[in-house]
């Protein structure tokens, strides 16, 4: 059961290297906030 | 004087000045004299009249222009939210117990008639090696993150109606914050954990004869016969595509649930949701299927996972094709004595 | 009791965005949550209409009942608000919800949406006191307890947005399609309230 145990290690060791790389390009919903919207040009 | 009576009258009489407007309306259809007449499309834009409640017929959901760059927030009304709550509360909870629970009660049943398939003698003292210490890694990877996936995802559908009675409101939703967690962050090594398996096993898994043959002959579940298979036979191969394409479908409308809105919109997020959900469901009824073979269902299948090695009696009932190349390879004829 | 809810009356909008504006101020909403906002159907087009949308605070509210740990309740007055302890973040009520109300501080999840924030109808919410500044820091206004209504509602300068009993402002909004002679509909409440206003 070595390996199960070895899969196991790269499992949790994966999920955390996920979660810091996936933390690091979270994107707060305020950005881009500041621009607003402009209205388009009408038809 | 009742008030049901007021509101009747009201009702009359807008009924009444609804059917005189739309009178006036088609009669006089540019009635204000100076003004330019209606322009040939027919539309007189000053007279168009909006109903919430026509447009909703014509198209599902409504959405308009904002101000604001969150362009989530510019449909106005989706009534079909309303349908996917009604599908969550109802059909969706009746699958889940049908794929979980009535997946368990069926082993059950089959174990009960037919016990744990033995090794016909009992097991031998020679050994084969089955899998490798990378195909083992490979796939208890999969295995161990497969088993949270299925166990958070499961607590999102059902956990309300069963763990929450039980935790309490606290706990319960300490615990799903974790599940979820876990879910969205175990997803990674379990996607490359399908990847590794796809490309190592593709190769025994492409269906042949041998596996129509294995099918005819019942797969040696019904009756004692043992059909000849090669390193996977015909019902592994099924097992091995389900995983392959559940676990595809799963990755590809997982990562859709897991960025949100960047690549579809409301009403495909529902769908991927619907997918997601239902393909999964299907998933662990398989699984368990395939765990319970692979355990406590079959002697001696378990320690192809436990340490690669195979006792020879089981992998010539069971594959015999592969049995007779692996010894011929090796040149073998007095295996390794079992440890 | 009283049943409360809104109605925008989108032939008196003009989409000034003063509720979405007063919204924000009265609840110091976060930046990039809009609690309120208004949707312009037709823009530029025959047939333009504004209609300003919130939380509807629906019966058996769609929210409710797919959240997966169950963080929503209904107060007397019908409002729906809901627990920001308990809430995971999953986004399953902006799924469910037909008037996009429920909203997130962060954009992409990866698990940690965090916690969803909507429309309390200025009701606060379930921590500390009525009005107290735990209860605001985390939910906004609590103008209900007051006596006071939602203040989109009292300060539209139109009085195209309503706020207040259902029956109240349904009878409202007939008088005034009555009068005038056509209305396009009470925006929403077929969806959320299964009833719409006949006039
Ligand atoms: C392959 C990678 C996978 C990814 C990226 C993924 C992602 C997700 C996400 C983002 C959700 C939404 C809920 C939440 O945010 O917590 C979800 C729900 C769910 N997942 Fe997965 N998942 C994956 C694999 C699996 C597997 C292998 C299973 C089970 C065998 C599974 C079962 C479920 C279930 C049952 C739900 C709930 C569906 C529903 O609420 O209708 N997922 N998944
Ligand atoms: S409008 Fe949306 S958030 Fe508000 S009660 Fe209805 S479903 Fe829930
Ligand atoms: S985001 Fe929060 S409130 Fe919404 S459904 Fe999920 S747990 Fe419930």
Redesign the pocket.
Known sequence: MRMFLLAVVVMIAGGIGAKVALDTIQIPASVGFSTGGARPEPE | MSSLALVKRIVLAGVFALSMHAASAQTLPDDSAGRPAAPATGLNTDKVEVHEQQLLGEMRKLQGFITIPDTRAATLVQPDGRSWRDYRRGPLLWITAACVLGMLALLLVFYAVKGEIKIAGGRGTATLLRFGAFERFMHWLTAASWCILAISGLNVVAGRAVLLPLMGNDAFSLFSTWAKYSHNFLAFPFIAGIVLMFLVWLRHNIPNKIDVEWFKQGGGFIGNKHPPSEKFNGGQKVVFWIVVLGGGALTVTGLALMFPFYVTDITGMQLAQLAHGGVALLMIAAMLGHIYIGSVGMEGAFDAMKDGRVDLKWAREHHSLWAAKELAKSGDTSPHPAE | MARMKFLCDADRCIECNACVTACKNANEVPWGINRRRVVTINDGKPGERSVSMACMHCNDAP?AA????D?FYTTADAVVL?NKDL???????FYACPFGA?QYPKLGNFGSRGK?DKCTYCSGGPEGADGSPAEFARYGANRMAEGKLPLCAEMCSTKSLLAGDGEIIAQIYKERVLKRGYGSGSWGWQTAYQESINV
Not at chain 3, 66 to 69: E, H, I, K, L, Q
Not at chain 3, 87 to 93: R, T
């Open positions: 929210c797919v959240c997966p740990v963080c809901h809430c995971i973040g999953c986004g399953y009520c429920p969803m």
